[in-house]
RNA sequence: CGCGGAAUAGAGCAGUUUGGUAGCUCGUCGGGCUCAUAACCCGAAGGUCGUUGGUUCAAAUCCUUCUUCCGCAACCA
């Protein structure tokens, strides 16, 4: 092996979030590899783990009349044990709100402020306090308003401290070159490529408008302010090694694999990397980003209701079959669509036809020739041929895995299972042991229990408790030690004596789980849901509503803005001496026909706002959920300008 | 013209670098077999390789036109 040592990481998750199917994925994907590692004797460490600070977090328990760090360990808690029921082989599970990774994560700030690659800025002006964003001079509307929400920016208002990230814009370039295999797919590899490129703004890092987070070190004697999340959340992967604090375990960086939802490529692939160069430690092997599942083919979201529960599935047809299907199924990096249709013909056609089916073959082979021995000593001299082809599927299989084409991996090695059923049909035992070719049979079961043994090893990673079912009833146990033996020494298996059992994967004739709720039900699940809103929502007095200025307005002019997916450009009269022009993010939803001489509804009193360079000087009023979105009219034509109260 | 990717059998995909008989999985149809979970094995049908033009003895592959879809960016007042 390359290397012996194996860091395995997926993201700390987002305490603020429910688990789901992408969670899911994510970590069984990490911890396949960490169990293939293991198996092959490397020494390994599998990360995961929670991200607790910030400011979502800290509303959050407020919100819920908690203390933020309780309610912080109660979700971080759910996390840790859906993990353990999903059997996840975590090393460690880690939390930002642990001493010692604060510990880190202050050593860390202080080593690049030392470098000089942290400094602290006044930011003069064009902070917009309500996005807690900076914005450049050039993208601010007017000189002065944000690009975001159109509210007025402060010159002086917030300091921050900051990474010289434009620094490392070559060093960065440099990297992605050399290591082709560095971010995967290589796609993605590409994207982040162009993106830096463009050029790189310096990182704020630091925050005052709130305090859950880690604070700067004491030395810096500056308490009002707390790390920003990301440097806090990245930072994870080092100090789950002991960075800052006992560095017990940094002999395991650099990771081998940091497996990730594409949505957190760049915090990954730009700032990690850069965070490490300035802090002068190796960069990760491989940043490895997965696609998103659909669910028949559609986008998933609480409001349709669509969203896959992966306990639910899991309980439901199996947790390792479910694992087996969302690593089968689509190509590291795409986005897969989870159906119950396509999970069962997986457990159906390739675990139970080929696999589980093929146990029982030999089975009923051996125990009706043989009252159950199975020998394999003869099994070169007669079928040479057979094992040959296994063994070039075998070798194809472990670089497959660790560039994480988990699913050509698969198909690799479901061709043995084919050799062996091949092999009973053209050998025919049943005729053999009526000539008297007892050897020749004998062997021929000897051959398929090796192959079943074979593919059991190489699946263990996968479906560790199920394969270790199957070769028990080879009258052995997966370790790395019998990996050692037979696949990488060839060597025979042990004599050994069959039983009958129940088949491993019964056939699924029926969807396990009731699919999708009638549309009025859903509906009503979504009501349910605003309905929760109000509760969070501080209320106002009725002048504060009388400040936003509501008015009743006719398109007089609709035209599609160029280059944009969503802009409309609409002229509409409100009854003012001219229209007003507005720029609508409705295109997706909404044609220039469709809405030209229709009435809407205005927000008038707006601060003007400029998108893609053209003046919006309002807003239509308009209701979205993940279906699209949808215009508030007025039920009768009412005359341009009339006040909505 | 912001950057990039993609379009191949009913479905999902490989093949394109380096032009030379279009392949895999599932599904469909036909046959075989009985050790086995209506499982297994063999065979067949099914594709003008998105469109236009070109280079070439020869194009899915190289160049060109257009169309559609998808990422990223931008943007959602």
């Known amino acids: 092996m390359s290397c012996h040592k194996s860091y395995i990481t997926t993201p700390i998750y987002y305490v603020n979030d429910v688990a789901h199917i992408g969670h899911a994925y994510t970590t069984i994907i990490a911890d396949t590899l960490a169990r293939y590692a293991r198996l092959i004797g ?157 050029g790189l703004n310096d990182l704020s890092i630091t925050r005052t408008s709130f305090d859950w987070g880690v604070k700067l070190p004491k030395s810096f004697n500056d308490p009002k302010h707390v790390m920003y999340v990301w440097l806090d959340a990245l930072m994870n992967y080092v100090t789950a090694l002991g960075y800052g604090t006992d560095e017990k375990n940094m002999d395991f960086w650099p990771a081998r694999v940091h497996l990730i939802g594409k949505d957190i490529l760049r915090f990954h692939a730009i700032y990690w990397p850069a965070f490490l160069m300035s802090l002068d430690l190796p960069l990760p092997k491989h940043i490895g980003a997965h696609g998103w599942w659909t669910r028949n083919g559609e986008k998933m979201s609480k409001s349709k209701g669509n969203v896959v529960n992966p306990k639910e599935v899991a309980d439901a047809y199996g947790l390792e079959n479910f694992r087996y299907f969302m690593l089968r199924e689509v190509p590291f990096g795409g986005d897969g669509d989870f159906s119950q249709r396509a999970l069962m013909d997986r457990i159906n056609s390739d675990l139970g036809n080929d696999l589980g089916n093929l146990l029982n073959r030999l089975i009923g082979m051996s125990g009706k020739y043989f009252e159950g021995r199975v020998e394999c000593d003869l099994v070169e001299k007669y079928y040479k041929e057979e094992l040959d082809e296994v063994q070039v599927s075998l070798n194809k299989l472990e670089p497959m895995l660790f560039e994480l084409q988990l699913h050509k991996y698969l198909e690799e090695l479901w061709r043995p299972l084919t050799v062996a059923n091949r092999a009973i049909d053209k050998y025919q035992p049943w005729s053999m042991i009526k000539e008297g070719k007892t050897d020749e049979t004998m062997a021929l079961n000897g051959l398929i229990a090796t192959i079943l043994a074979k593919v059991s090893l190489m699946l263990h990673a996968v479906m560790p408790k199920t394969t270790n079912t199957i070769v028990n009833a080879l009258g052995f146990d997966i370790d790395p030690n019998s990996f050692e033996k037979i696949i990488r020494n060839g060597e025979k298996l042990e004599p050994f004596v069959t039983q009958k059992r129940e088949p491993l994967f019964p056939r699924i004739e029926e969807q396990l789980l009731v699919e999708k709720k009638p549309e009025k039900e859903v509906k009503k699940e979504s009501k349910k849901e605003e309905k929760k809103e109000p509760d969070n929502i501080a209320l106002i007095g009725i002048d504060q509503f009388f400040e936003t200025s509501l008015k009743i307005g006719t398109v007089v002019e609709a035209q599609e803005v160029k280059k944009s997916k969503k802009l409309l450009l609409l002229q509409v009269d409100i009854g003012e001496e001219k229209p007003r022009q507005v720029v609508a993010g409705i295109k997706e939803s909404y044609s220039t026909e469709d809405i030209l001489n229709t009435q809407v509804c205005v927000v008038a009193n707006l601060k003007p706002a400029k998108l893609m360079g053209m003046k919006s000087e309002g807003m239509l009023l308009a209701a979205k959920d993940s279906d699209g979105l949808c215009l508030i009219r007025p039920e009768k034509p009412k005359s341009v300008g009339t006040p909505i109260s």
């Open 42 to 198: 490397e020494d390994t460490f599998f990360l995961t783990g929670t991200d607790e600070h910030g400011q979502k977090i800290q509303e959050a328990a407020k919100k819920r009349g908690k203390a933020t760090q309780a309610y912080a360990d109660e979700i971080s808690a759910k996390f840790k044990t859906l993990w353990d029921e999903f059997d996840i082989s975590y090393d460690k599970f880690i939390r930002t709100t642990d001493a010692d990774h604060m510990a880190g994560v202050q050593k860390a700030f202080s080593v690049m402020y030392d470098k000089g690659d942290i400094y602290k800025d006044a930011y003069k002006g064009h902070y917009c306090i309500s996005c807690e964003t900076f914005f450049p001079e050039t993208q601010l509307v007017d000189g002065e308003f944000c690009p975001d929400c159109g509210k007025s920016t402060s010159i002086v208002e917030e300091e921050s401290y900051f990474f010289k990230l434009s620094a490392y814009q070559d060093k960065l370039l440099d990297w992605y070159k050399n290591s082709p295999d560095c971010i995967l797919p290589k796609s993605k590899r590409n994207e982040v490529i162009r993106f830096v490129e463009g």
